[in-house]
């Protein structure tokens, strides 16, 4: 299972992903691993300027990459593992993003967090990043549920 000795933990800064994270770094200790926090950057959604005054695209991509470079340190230092981590901008989807830097960096297991239930219209038409990289990904993905998720009848 792990033949590159790389775990590679998607991060949109959830409680979510905090949990997939602790989970590496059991398993990294485990097969002598080494685990790689990712955050993906998506694309800015543009909008008209008629209907909203923003701040310039290049001035908000760098806030953007700022701020998660600083919350990919605290969360980094959240665990007594070693961790590298790594900010990505997505020309589309985080899913491929993950799963693309997953194939360049010769992961051997994606720990990913998954969110609450969704609506069922929400889900068959946006789906959640979690199925799309199970779907996409070039190595095996481990999904962490919400906790209580399991405990809801």
Do not use: N, W
């Amino acid at each position: 299972m792990i033949k590159h000795g790389k775990i590679l933990v998607p991060t949109d800064f959830s409680p979510q992903s905090d949990e997939a994270l602790r989970r590496a770094c059991v398993l990294a200790k485990l097969l002598d691993a080494s685990v790689h926090l990712l955050h993906v950057i998506e694309p800015p959604v543009y909008i008209d300027a008629d209907l909203m005054l923003m701040t310039p695209i290049d001035a908000f991509t760098e806030i953007q990459h700022q701020s998660a470079t600083k919350q990919l340190a605290k969360q980094a230092k959240s665990v007594d593992t070693p961790i590298e981590t790594h900010l990505e901008d997505a020309t589309s989807s985080a899913a491929l993003a993950i799963c693309d830097f997953a194939k360049t960096a010769s992961a051997d297991l994606i720990i990913i967090g998954r969110h609450g239930k969704k609506g069922f219209l929400e889900h068959l038409v946006i789906g959640s990043t979690a199925e799309r990289v199970v779907r996409d990904a070039p190595c095996s993905v481990l999904v962490v549920m919400p906790h209580g998720i399991l405990s809801e009848s």
